[in-house]
């Protein structure tokens, strides 16, 4: 009888199937840097506004408190130039006039109003990730379609230790 010749079929099922698997594992590891990313930032701007509640006030300015952030975020690449930052306050959570996400520059810390004893603050910190995947571009959340801006966010009352 007539035999079939198989040698070359794996290598060709391999070769259709390699790309898109690769493909993938790629995006899964680009999606878990994106997060592991955004929890660090959002760990740094928690710690950071502990230090802000207690005694920063008066001695801290907008490019400490980055400062701080990305030291306790050590991970993000960059961050001391591609971190926004805005801290707002007033007497009342109700009252304070927090900016959209989008409207935080990267690298900008002009909105740093840590309030007085007993005031409402509300410290919020971006930075924009760059997607290595083109795959990744549906995620986009800016005008820019090649990057996500990831954010952290807190809030509290200050003490009373004036």
């Known amino acids: 009888m007539f035999r ?11 070769g259709l199937l390699a790309m898109p698997f690769f493909l993938m594992m790629f995006v899964i590891m680009e999606l878990g840097m994106i997060f592991f990313t955004e929890n660090a930032i959002q760990f740094g701007v928690e710690e950071s506004g502990r230090i802000l509640r207690t005694d920063g ?59 007085a004893a007993g005031d409402a603050v509300v410290v919020i910190a971006t930075y924009d990730w760059e997607f290595i995947s083109l795959f990744m571009r549906p995620l986009a959340n800016l005008a820019n379609p090649n990057a996500r801006r990831l954010h952290g966010i807190t809030a509290f009352r200050t003490e009373l230790l004036e």
Do not use: H, Q, W, Y
């Open 57 to 115: 006030r008066g001695t801290m300015t907008g490019v400490d408190l980055r400062r701080m952030i990305c030291n306790r975020a050590a991970v993000v690449i960059g961050c001391n130039e591609r971190l926004g930052l805005s801290v707002t306050s007033a007497r009342k959570f109700a009252d304070v006039a927090n900016p959209g996400i989008a409207d935080i520059e990267p690298g900008d810390v002009s909105a740093f109003t840590p309030g």
């Open 4 to 14: 079939r010749a198989e040698g070359g079929t794996t290598a060709i099922e391999f």
